[in-house]
DNA sequence: TACCAGGTAAAAA
DNA sequence: TTTTTACATGGT
């Protein structure tokens, strides 16, 4: 089998936990215990293996993909010897070993993504955008493509309402697909400069290029202060009582600097487990 | 039945 | 300048 390497450790159930929690996403589905993805057309099927995972098939240029989506970028070892200094930190990470947050492979994929998360719940955002994908992707085997940039700039923001999406969340999809931004170009740019300039698109404001910043690029130090479940996260973990304001978290975010994204992961991973835990069945 | 959920922009105060 | 409101859906 055609095999992915990945730093040990790495555990893939943990790690792709986020496309089960919320239900299912056709784009990157949960499917007989691996995880399918359709990659330049083709879908491949990735699956644990010794020493990172199989992916199959695996095409020239998918591999770079697959390891971009398990989030191979992060240096976990650098993280752990950094929280091992902070003890509320270390605890969590103790209890996550091997977490690997995953990765949007595509620039247009995670803006559209964030924006069908704006302001309501994962579980409402999965099925919503789930409806947007089934009606204008391609589906492949058992999962779909994500709908292409080129297909949402042709279409009227009624038929995106029509999956779902409020008028003005539709509306911001359109003109996201329209835009003369390079999306993948943000690769190459600084964090607060790739943050202006998502801001300048109508629909996109902090929060959103927040969670670009960490969820495609992956960039170290970017940290969603404005989250409200960084905010619970952040608050459970370091106040006994009480819901910490935005600006509290944005300032205590520098205590994890350069290791704000891996931190705010592991902090929402920590306390989902610990909230599904205290409430029993 | 209400109310809240990984926000944003525009109106009102 | 700061605060309030509309937005649409899914789960409880």
């Known amino acids: 089998m055609p095999l992915v390497p990945l730093p040990e450790p790495y555990d893939f159930e943990l790690s792709t936990g986020r496309y089960r929690a919320f239900g299912p996403d056709l784009a990157n589905l949960w499917h007989d215990g691996g995880l399918h993805r359709v990659v330049g057309g083709r879908e491949v099927r990735i699956s644990a293996a010794p020493g990172g995972v199989d992916a199959d098939p695996l ?91 080129e297909r949402l700039a042709e279409v009227a923001p009624e038929a995106i309402a029509a999956t779902g999406f409020s008028g003005r969340k539709a509306e911001t999809i359109v003109a996201l697909a329209r835009s003369e931004l390079d999306f ?33 690029l992956g ?24 819901m910490l304001a935005i600006d509290d978290v944005r300032t205590l975010g520098s205590r994890f600097d350069p290791f704000q994204n891996l931190s705010a992961h592991y902090l929402l991973t920590g306390w989902l487990v610990a909230a599904r835990s205290e409430v029993p069945p």
Not at 219 to 242: Q, T
């Open 59 to 149: 095409d020239e240029g998918a591999e770079p993909v697959v390891r971009h989506l398990l989030g191979a970028p992060f240096d976990l070892n650098a993280f752990y010897a950094f929280a091992a200094a902070d003890p509320v930190l270390a605890r969590v990470v103790e209890r996550l070993p091997g977490l690997r947050p995953p990765l949007a492979p595509d620039p247009w994929e995670a803006l559209v993504t964030s924006v069908s998360a704006q302001q309501v719940s994962l579980r409402a955002a999965f099925a919503v955008r789930n409806r947007l994908i089934a009606a204008f992707g391609e589906r492949a085997e058992v999962a779909y493509a994500f709908p292409r940039r």
């Open 184 to 216: 993948g170009a943000l690769a190459g740019v600084a964090d607060d400069d790739v943050k202006g300039k998502l801001r300048r698109l109508p629909g996109i404001g902090e929060w959103t290029a927040d969670w670009f910043l960490a969820r495609h």
């Open 219 to 242: 960039r170290p130090r970017a940290w969603p202060a404005g989250d409200l479940g960084l905010r619970k996260a952040v608050s459970h973990f370091y106040r006994a009582d009480g």
